[in-house]
T-cell receptor
């Protein structure tokens, strides 16, 4: 039931773009995206609730394709502060609302 | 409004001792989740509690681990007779309602890093 994140790791230069994918083998009710910096707590980025929903803040956005049972996180014109590990948490339909987390995608943005 | 408070931040225990991890949710939050994170790995769900109730403990090991969230006071994750494999970061998160429904985010504490020696 654990969602699969890809890629496992990304190295970017400042200003480059990246896409992180999160796929599930089960139908999804929602997808949550968090970023965690080393030694710190995960920090909320956004929740996507409906198929086709897209959200964004700053230069980070995400989409949720309900049919494909996947979500993608888009990081545009990356900044050094984007470095960290990105986790997607998925909530299955019919579940009792617990989030199952992927293993994370490590993103390093270099100057 | 203070965030989710976990203490202690670091805990060292000898094999066989007990570890008690505390989590005070944000004010007004009645839902608490506990997760375990091993180095370089993702968050593994352990247990989901509401005040005085365990809603889902499907991620908890069958033995030595227990959790509670009393009417008053913090949520406690208790690990009895710790072993080296219990060494990990334990995070708790709280939400005002079930995370995932009604567009609700969960707020994480800073975690407790347990080291078993």
């Amino acid at each position: 039931q654990q969602p699969v994140q890809s890629p496992q790791a990304v190295i970017l230069r400042e200003g480059e773009d990246a896409v992180i994918n999160c796929s599930s083998s089960k139908a999804l009710y929602s997808v949550h995206w968090y970023r965690q910096k080393h030694g710190e707590a995960p920090v909320f980025l956004m929740i996507l609730l409906k198929g086709g929903e897209q959200k964004g803040h700053d230069k980070i956005s995400a989409s949720f394709n309900e049919k494909k049972q996947q979500s993608s996180l888009y990081l545009t014109a990356s900044q050094l502060s984007y470095s960290g590990t990105y986790f997607c948490g998925t909530e299955m339909t019919g579940n009792n609302r617990k989030l199952i987390w992927g293993l994370g995608t490590s993103l390093a943005v270099n100057p | 409004n203070a965030g989710v408070m976990q203490n202690p931040r670091h805990l060292v225990r000898r094999r066989g001792q007990e570890a008690r991890l505390r989590c005070s949710p944000m004010k007004g939050h009645s839902h608490v989740y506990w997760y375990r994170q091993l180095p370089e790995e993702g968050l593994k769900f352990m247990v989901y509690l509401q005040k005085e109730n365990i809603i889902d403990e499907s991620g908890m090991p069958k033995e030595r681990f227990s959790a509670e969230f009393p009417k008053e006071g913090p949520s406690i994750l208790r690990i009895q007779q710790v072993v080296r494999g219990d060494s990990a970061a334990y995070f708790c998160a709280s939400s005002p309602r079930t995370a995932g429904s009604m567009n609700t985010e969960a707020f994480f504490g800073q975690g407790t890093r347990l080291t078993v020696v």
